[in-house]
């Protein structure tokens, strides 16, 4: 790791409920590892730098996630789509995997994202 990381968000459409969204355990293929990596991710991982490539259930048109809210109400068929402070989540988490596994955190996170996976970096800036 040359010091700096990217988080990749994809855009609308994957879905666990319709099967175009496979859980993480499910998502590597070890007889095709790069399958899933996107040409601009490649791209990145060649100039050195750390990918956190997030996955998260975004169906354009229904939601397949049970949400629930801190006062306990629970909403059915939603999305998190447009959920910025989650994916931040998952960056922080990632820094915190490269600080355990190499010794530090990356010195700078840059957001990636394709269509609804660039909103929510929008939003955040």
């Keep these: ?56 259930s975004a169906h354009k048109a229904r939601g397949d996630i049970t949400v629930t809210f801190d006062d306990g109400t629970r909403a059915q068929e939603r999305n998190l789509t447009e959920q910025p402070k989650m994916l931040l989540g998952w960056g922080l988490l990632a820094e915190n995997v490269l600080k355990a596994r190499l010794g530090k955190e990356p010195s700078r996170t840059y957001w990636y994202g394709h269509s609804s996976g660039a909103r929510p970096g929008r939003l955040v800036n």
């Design 1 to 56: 790791m040359e010091g700096r990381m990217w988080l990749t968000a994809h855009g609308a459409g994957p879905s666990f409920r319709d099967g175009s969204l496979k859980p993480w355990d499910k998502n590597y293929n070890p007889a095709d590892p790069w399958r899933d990596i996107s040409k601009h991710e490649r791209l990145m991982l060649s100039k050195g730098f750390a990918l956190a490539k997030t996955r998260r």
